[in-house]
C-alpha cells in the first residue's frame, strides 16, 4: 500500500475503488496548506510500515500494530467515555447512544493515537473500529501463561488476560464496499488534531455576541412573552445575548412549515424590536419538510424515496435541495434580522417509535442511500446556512444536533436532552478531539443547587445556554417544572438570580479572551476548549482525565455537579497554578491531585500562575459598536504573555485579513507592553493604559 503525501503531516492511502459521495469529496473548503506548513515537521510513527489493507467480499479492512502503552482519543462527539483504547467503536450516527459503543449524535471515523499519528477514513458508511481488542494468531508469544494453574479463586486472576502485554491489533472495518481512501496525520495528540482540522478548512469562529449568554424560550411562548421576558432581562440587567425560539413559532413543526404561526402575527416588528434591544433571534427547525411548506412541490423531485413525519427528506447533497432551503432562509428570516438556527432532529433517531427518522435503504437522487445520509446530513445542513450567512456577509453561531467528518469550519455547536450533567462535561472534551463543539445546556434541573453548578458549567464552554423550552419562566426563578409553569418562585429565588448574574457577567468579562481562543481555532486548528491531554501529553496523569479541560490556553476548569457536592478532587498538571477566583490566591504546584471544597456557587477555575489575563469589563449584550474595557491581570512574572485579536466581530471581513493582532508582554520592568499590529478599528481599550502602549 502506498503512502501518498498531500501536505505537511499528512499523507493518503487508497484501497479500491472509493465511493463517490465522501467527506473529502463534498468538502467545500480548502485544506489550510499554509498554517500546516508551520506546525513541526514529523515522520509517521515505524510502526505503521505494518499497516496491511484487504478488500474481499464483506468489504475493505485495515489493521495496524498497537501497542499496549497507546491511548486513543476520538471518534467524535464520545458521550460515554473519551480513552477509546482496548474498546470496540461503532461509528454511526444514532440519538440515543445509551451505552459506550461509539455510536452517537457525531461520531466521526478519526481517532488519534499517543504513538504519534491519527487515521481518518475517508467514507459516510458505518465503520467499526477495534481498538487493540484483539491480539493476532500466534503475536501473543512468550507472554503467553499456558500452564499456570489457579491457585486460588480471585477475581483478578480471572481475568488477568485482560491486561496482558502484548501487541494487540487496530482493525477497521467497512463494509460492502469496493474502496477506501484513509488518511493518517503525524504528530502528538495537539499537532494531529490541529492537522485534521486544518485538512478540514480550520477552525470556525463565531461573532462575538454568539459567546455571549444564550437563553431558549418557552415552547408555548406568543409574540408578547418573549418580548416581555426579553424586557426582563434587560431590566434586572441580566446579561443575554441570543433568544431562541423554540418548535411553536412554525404553523406545523413536526414536520416544519418554516412560516411563522399564528402566535407570532407580527415578527418582523418583533424582531426589529428585539433587535434594538441588542439582542439576536435564532429559531428552531429540523429538515424535515411540512406538505403545507411554500417550497415542498420545488423540492420533491431533489428528496429520499421515503417520509418523516409526512415530510419530505431532501438531499442536500444535490445542489437543486441546498438552493430551495437556502433562498427560502435568506429571503424570508436572515434578510428580515435573524442570526441563527437549531437544527434538531438530524441526528436519526432510529430507535424511537416509528416515524422519528429514514431508513437506510432510502435512496437519494444524488445517488447516495440512508446509511450514507444519515452521517452526511448535518454536516451538509450546517454547512448550506452557513454559506447563505456569507452570501449575507453575516456571520451566525448556530446548533445542530447531528455533525460528522471535517466539521471544525461550520460555526455549530452540538447539543441533546439527553444525559446527565456528567456526561455533558464529557462531551465538551471528547468533542475537541474531531473538530466539534458541544454545549452543556442548562435544562431540567433538579434544584437550585444542581441549577447553578449547570449553569457555572456553560459560563465555561463554547456555548452558554439555557435551554428553556419546557418551563415560561427563567430557572433561576424557579426549577421545578410544575411550579414553572404555576408562576410560583423558588423561596431563595432572588438568590440564584443573584448568583447567575454575577456568571453571566464573568462570562462576559472572558469574552475577548474566548473570542481570541476561537481565532486560534480558525488560524491554527487547535480547540478554544479541549482536553488535559493537548497540552500535557508527556503527564501519564493527565491520559484519563475527561472531567476537567482547558479553557483557552490560561485557564483550567473542573466543574462540579450536584452528586459532587461541596467537594471534588483536581489534577492540575505539570507547572504552577492559582485560584481563579482568589486575588492572592495560593499557588498550588501542579503534578498532584488536590481535593477542593468549592460551595454551590463556586466552580473550580484554575489560572497558570504566570500569565497575563485579559478581563473586560461585562458588557450586558454584544452590539456591533460594543467596545471592551479590558483590566489585563498580571499573573506572577507574566509568562509568556497573551495574544488578543480584534476585528468586527460580526461580518467574515477577517478571512480577508480585516484582523488587529495585539500581542501583549511583561517587560523586565515589570510592565505591561502591548503592541498591536493592523488597521481596523479599536476594539479593546485597556484601561490605565499609557502611552507608549505600556498599562501598569
Ligand atoms: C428536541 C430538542 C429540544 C427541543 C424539542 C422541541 O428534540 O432536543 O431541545 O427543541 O425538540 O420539540
Known amino acids: 500500500m502506498e503512502l501518498k503525501k498531500v501536505a505537511n503531516g499528512i499523507w493518503k492511502a487508497s484501497i479500491g475503488t472509493p465511493e463517490a459521495d465522501t467527506p473529502v469529496s463534498l468538502r467545500q473548503l480548502r485544506m489550510q496548506a499554509e498554517p500546516l506548513e508551520q506546525i513541526k515537521e514529523r515522520e509517521l510513527p515505524a510502526l505503521l510500515g505494518q499497516i496491511a489493507c484487504r478488500k474481499n467480499r464483506r468489504g475493505v479492512q485495515i489493521t495496524l500494530p498497537m501497542d499496549s502503552g497507546e491511548d486513543i482519543y476520538g471518534f467524535g462527539l464520545q458521550l460515554h467515555g473519551m480513552n477509546q483504547a482496548g474498546r470496540k467503536r461503532i461509528v454511526r450516527v444514532n440519538s440515543d447512544p445509551v451505552a459506550n459503543t461509539g455510536e452517537g449524535h457525531a461520531p466521526v471515523p478519526f481517532y488519534i493515537s499517543t504513538a504519534g499519528y491519527g487515521l481518518f477514513v475517508d467514507t459516510f458508511r458505518h465503520v467499526e473500529f477495534y481498538m487493540g481488542t484483539n491480539t493476532k494468531k500466534g503475536e501473543s508469544g512468550d507472554k503467553r501463561e499456558v500452564n499456570q494453574k489457579h491457585e486460588e479463586f480471585s477475581e483478578s486472576a480471572l481475568y488477568a488476560l485482560k491486561k496482558s502485554q502484548e501487541r494487540r491489533s487496530i482493525i477497521i472495518d467497512v463494509k460492502a464496499i469496493d474502496g477506501v481512501d484513509f488518511y493518517l496525520f503525524s504528530g502528538n495528540v495537539k499537532q494531529v488534531v490541529q492537522r485534521y482540522n486544518l485538512f478540514a478548512g480550520g477552525g470556525c469562529l463565531p461573532p462575538m455576541w454568539g459567546l455571549g449568554i444564550w437563553y431558549r424560550t418557552y415552547g408555548g411562548s406568543d409574540e408578547n412573552t418573549v418580548l416581555r421576558l426579553a424586557e426582563q432581562f434587560r431590566g434586572e440587567h441580566m446579561p443575554v445575548d441570543v433568544l431562541g425560539l423554540e418548535p411553536g413559532w412554525h404553523s406545523h413543526s413536526y414536520s416544519c412549515t418554516y412560516e411563522w404561526s399564528s402566535l407570532f402575527p407580527h415578527p418582523e416588528k418583533m424582531t426589529e424590536e428585539l433587535t434594538d434591544q441588542g439582542y439576536k433571534i435564532n429559531l428552531w427547525e429540523h429538515v424535515f419538510v411540512y406538505p403545507a411548506a411554500e417550497f415542498y412541490e420545488e423540492l420533491l423531485a431533489f428528496s429520499g424515496d421515503y417520509e418523516v413525519w409526512n415530510g419530505l427528506v431532501p438531499d442536500f447533497a444535490t445542489k437543486e435541495a441546498a438552493e430551495i432551503f437556502q433562498d427560502y432562509h435568506r429571503q424570508k428570516f436572515v434578510q428580515k434580522g435573524i442570526s441563527g438556527f437549531k437544527l434538531d432532529e438530524c441526528d436519526n433517531s432510529d430507535y424511537n417509535a416509528s416515524s422519528w427518522s429514514f431508513p437506510d435503504t432510502t435512496s437519494f437522487p444524488s445517488g447516495m442511500d440512508g446509511e450514507q445520509m444519515h452521517a452526511a446530513i448535518g454536516v451538509l445542513y450546517q454547512r448550506l446556512i452557513l454559506e447563505m450567512f456569507h452570501k449575507e456577509d453575516k456571520r451566525t453561531y448556530s446548533q445542530v444536533r447531528s455533525s460528522g467528518a471535517l466539521a471544525s469550519p461550520l460555526p455549530f455547536v452540538l447539543y441533546s436532552d439527553l444525559y446527565g450533567h456528567k456526561q455533558f462535561i464529557r462531551g465538551m472534551v471528547t468533542s475537541g478531539f474531531s473538530g466539534l463543539l458541544w454545549a452543556p445546556e442548562v435544562r431540567d434541573c433538579r434544584s437550585g443547587e444542581d441549577l447553578l453548578r449547570r449553569m457555572e458549567t456553560i459560563c465555561f464552554s463554547a456555548h452558554a445556554i439555557y435551554n428553556c423550552w419546557r418551563i415560561p419562566n427563567p430557572p433561576w426563578k424557579q426549577v421545578d417544572i410544575e411550579k414553572n409553569l404555576a ?40 480547540p478554544p476548549i479541549r482536553a488535559l491531554v493537548f497540552d500535557y501529553e508527556e503527564d501519564e496523569n493527565v491520559r484519563n482525565i475527561e472531567d476537567e479541560y482547558l479553557f483557552g490556553d490560561e485557564l483550567l476548569v473542573a466543574p462540579m455537579t450536584l452528586e459532587d457536592g461541596t467537594s471534588r478532587s483536581v489534577y492540575l498538571p505539570k507547572g504552577k497554578w492559582q485560584d481563579f477566583f482568589e486575588e492572592a490566591g495560593t499557588v498550588y504546584e501542579g503534578g498532584q491531585c488536590y481535593q477542593i471544597n468549592a460551595d454551590y456557587d463556586k466552580i473550580p477555575v484554575f489560572v497558570k500562575a504566570d500569565c497575563i489575563l485579559p478581563v473586560a469589563k461585562p458588557v450586558e449584550t454584544v452590539t456591533e459598536d460594543t467596545v471592551f474595557t479590558i483590566h489585563l491581570k498580571v499573573y506572577g512574572n507574566g509568562g509568556e504573555g497573551c495574544v488578543l485579536y480584534e476585528d468586527d466581530f460580526e461580518t467574515f471581513a477577517y478571512e480577508k485579513g480585516k484582523q488587529n493582532e495585539i500581542m501583549l508582554k511583561v517587560d523586565g520592568m515589570g510592565r505591561v507592553q502591548y503592541e498591536r499590529t493592523g488597521k481596523e478599528k479599536v476594539r479593546y481599550i485597556f484601561e490605565n493604559a499609557v502611552e507608549y502602549g505600556i498599562w501598569q
Open 487 to 526: 408562576g410560583e418562585w423558588m423561596q431563595e429565588s432572588e438568590y440564584y438570580t443573584a448568583v447567575c448574574r454575577r456568571y453571566h457577567k464573568l462570562r462576559m468579562s472572558l469574552l475577548p479572551y474566548l473570542y481570541s481562543a476561537f481565532v486560534k481555532y480558525w488560524k491554527d486548528g487547535i
